[in-house]
């Protein structure tokens, strides 16, 4: 599902805003509600900063296994992520 909002979140005053896709797939699109947001946050926030204030548990941190894209490719969670960028989170893949 493709939110038609664009929620804001927390940005520093000052800061650049940046509007980012963010993808959610599998278990994480089940557990959270949603396959696909725009948000409007700060330019060169992190996956692993926006994490906390995408999920309603509230977890702090990115959940051990989950895998990080930008813009289809696979990057380390600390990444910076810049106006226009597509985020997908990923759940661990299991199987034989």
Known sequence: MVSSDTPDLPTAAGMAAATVRVRLFASL???????????????????????????????????????????????DPATPLADGDELAFLPPISGG
């Open 29 to 75: 699109r089940e557990a959270m509600g949603w396959s696909e947001q725009r948000l409007t946050t700060t330019v060169g926030i992190t996956p692993a900063a926006l994490w906390p204030q995408l999920d309603p548990a509230g977890l702090e941190d990115l959940p051990a296994g989950v895998r990080v894209a930008i813009n289809q490719q696979f990057a």
